[in-house]
């Protein structure tokens, strides 16, 4: 992308300045919740907007979150249009995979839960944390029963994104694979996000029973958000 390794150290240095930032002053939070005498009594939900990349593995050699690049390499040079042809890619396991932390009154123990959840969990989450209803448009689930242990059918084996805006492509992904269909004439790639991190090799001619499950949740899933079966036909998926 055009960026010297001098430059990178750079930018992954400030990158880890505004973690120690956010650090330190969610630390000064809980430290005031201490001392006002109501860190027992509330509940601590710590989330993220997205990750990005720094050229590590699973970054395919991109900084920054990008869901292509220009023939040059680069994505936005200085507010210049692309060079075409566009190269597309997924977008990378560390841009999607982000942090979410709850702490709810009475917790003693820490752990992790396994099921797949979304931002968007959050929202029923806080809902019925205060014993209010969940309208119908929330397409979220409450997590409380997941962190009390319960063991419940979760609704959800995968997580579905997409671009901001314009709705250019589609992502899914299970933990094993990810499958992305984009708008317009480029067809779909599905790549094992164990074996093939950095997304070189496309597995949607040698696993297109994967490819076709994986498209059926994220279409239900958009179909959910009300988008209609027009909209979804230009979603190249074979």
Aim: contains cysteine; hydrophobic residues 40%; glycine residues 10%.
């Amino acid at each position: 992308m055009g960026i010297t390794d001098r430059e990178l150290t750079h930018i992954r240095a400030r990158y880890a300045a505004e973690v120690t930032m956010v650090d330190t002053w969610f630390g000064h939070l809980m430290k005031k919740l201490e001392v006002l005498g109501i860190a027992d009594d509330t509940a601590v939900i710590f989330a993220a907007d997205h990750g990005t990349c720094f050229d590590g593995p699973g970054d395919m050699g991109f900084i920054h979150k990008l869901p292509w690049v220009g023939a040059d390499g680069l994505s936005v040079a200085g507010g210049r249009k692309p060079k075409l042809p566009l190269r597309y890619t997924p977008l990378s396991q560390n841009a999607t995979r982000i942090p979410l932390m709850i702490h709810l009154p009475g917790m003693s123990r820490q752990k992790r839960v396994r099921p797949i959840v979304q931002p968007w969990d959050v929202t029923a989450t806080i809902l019925e944390l205060f014993g209010a209803s969940v309208p119908e448009n929330v397409i979220g689930k409450s997590l409380l029963p997941l962190l009390a242990g319960k063991k419940v059918a979760w609704h959800r084996k995968a997580a579905v994104l997409g671009s901001s805006g314009n709705g250019s492509f589609a992502q899914i992904m299970n933990g094993t694979w990810s499958y992305t269909a984009w708008r317009g004439e480029r067809g779909p790639a599905l790549h094992h996000m164990v074996q093939d991190p950095n997304c070189r090799r496309n597995s949607v001619t040698r696993e297109p029973r994967v490819a076709a499950r994986l498209w059926k949740e994220a279409a239900a899933m958009m179909k959910g958000q009300g988008l209609d079966e027009d909209w979804l036909e230009g979603y190249q998926i074979r």
